[in-house]
């Protein structure tokens, strides 16, 4: 599975761009936020992505962040939502502002996102609200910068992990978890982090 990528952007367009590592061009679809960060084609980038394996297909998602990616990991296991409706309603609003919707209820709000009609609201309420709980909030002014700045310790946190056997999807939601969970950024530590995602894992 892979979790992330890092490399030359070589190509982006529409509601995709392609990510050239190793040699390997990774063509990934992503968040409208996702894409307006990027820089100019042939600088470098870092991106986290969801890999959605099909019998015909293996299809990449990218987003901007770790809070975008867990809420696209909720989103996904609502009943009647796919991982394109998915990206689509994350591009039509931040993933704070989502999961406020969602906890206040909001259908009118939740409407007015594109492909989401009164049932699919309503789903996404009663399936989510409690879950939206363990999501940081996070305003748009907080933060890309500080989130950013923990993307390699997010990554190596997640690989210790893998390495030692846990899942990869096992893996991040307990990196994600303690991350989030911890009210002092500045004390997270690869170490700290691996130890309390163990405890998860256990």
Known sequence: MIA?????????????????????????????????????????VFIHVYTH???????????????????????????GIGPRLALTI????????????????????????????KKTAERLCLELKDKMKMLPEQGASQGRTSIASQD??????????????????NAEEAVRRVMAEEENKASLALEKIVIQALRLLA
């Open 152 to 169: 390699t310790l997010w990554v190596d946190s997640v690989s210790a992990l893998v390495n030692l056997g846990y899942p990869g999807n």
């Open 90 to 117: 994350l591009s039509g609003i931040s993933a704070a502002d989502l999961s406020s919707a969602i906890r206040n209820e909001s259908i009118a709000r939740l409407t007015k996102l594109s492909g989401v009609g």
């Open 4 to 44: 992330c990528l890092r490399g030359e952007l070589f190509e982006k367009s529409g509601e995709k761009l392609i990510i050239l590592t190793g040699g390997v061009g990774y063509e990934i679809f992503a968040t409208a936020s996702c894409l307006q960060a990027l820089p100019e084609k042939g600088e470098q």
């Open 53 to 79: 394996v099909r019998e015909d297909a293996l299809i990449l998602y990218g987003f901007a962040d770790i809070t975008e990616k867990s809420m696209f990991h909720q989103l996904i296991t609502v009943s």
